[in-house]
T-cell receptor, first 112, second 116 residues
């Protein structure tokens, strides 16, 4: 199956700091999505990206679809305690599969 | 709440017992997906329905497992003769079959299965 590598695996930051995380793949994806998951809950969709180079914002979150189609980045500005959780990238490969392939997640801890 | 709902939220069962989970997608969504998530991992695809037709199954979907979506609305995932390795969070997602938006999958809260 497709391998999505997320980094970093975990982050500890102070409230108010900006955060960056990324996701890379060995093959081309035609869609990238970013989800946030709280403990015991399902993933919540944050941002969807459809074109190489696309930059999309959702409040304090900004994500980019890498120009090579093999990576994506998520930035969170001015972090707040409720940003705590696990962030997953997910992608749909160019082969037209209907399912999403998920990364292993970045666990974010925000210290008040 | 008009999101994806799943029942039960938690299920503890003994090895060898049968379990069935239910998923109610967002009402206008005709695509429905089942994923499995183990601790420390991202969700992994199991199967996908378009309306009532099961169009795709992954190799992860054991031959024991069966999923149905008889009327193209809610779906059930049945695991007969459970094994300890079946312990996981089972997630359901749905999406609207319109162009690119079909890729935007909305997840339910999941059913956490523990097999003793």
């Amino acid at each position: 199956g497709q391998q999505l590598n997320q980094s970093p695996q975990s982050m500890f930051i102070q409230e108010g700091e900006d955060v960056s995380m990324n996701c890379t793949s060995s093959s081309i994806f035609n869609t990238w999505l970013w989800y946030k998951q709280d403990p015991g809950e399902g993933p919540v969709l944050l941002i969807a990206l459809y074109k190489a180079g696309e930059l999309t914002s959702n409040g304090r979150l900004t994500a980019q679809f890498g120009i090579t189609r093999k990576d994506s980045f998520l930035n969170i500005s001015a972090s707040i305690p409720s940003d705590v959780g696990i962030y997953f990238c997910a992608g749909q490969p160019w082969t037209g599969a209907n399912n999403l392939f998920f990364g292993t997640g970045t666990r974010l801890t925000v210290i008040p | 709440d008009t999101g994806v709902s799943q029942n039960p939220r938690h299920k503890i069962t003994k090895r060898g017992q049968n379990v069935t989970f239910r998923c109610d997608p967002i009402s206008e969504h005709n695509r429905l997906y089942w994923y499995r998530q183990t601790l420390g991992q991202g969700p992994e695809f199991l199967t996908y329905f378009q309306n009532e037709a099961q169009l795709e199954k992954s190799r992860l979907l054991s031959d024991r497992f069966s999923a149905e979506r008889p009327k193209g609305s809610f779906s059930t995932l049945e695991i007969p003769r459970t094994e300890q390795g079946d312990s996981a969070m089972y997630l359901c997602a749905s999406s609207l079959d319109i162009g690119q938006i079909s890729n935007e999958q909305f997840f339910g809260p999941g059913t956490r299965l523990t097999v003793l």
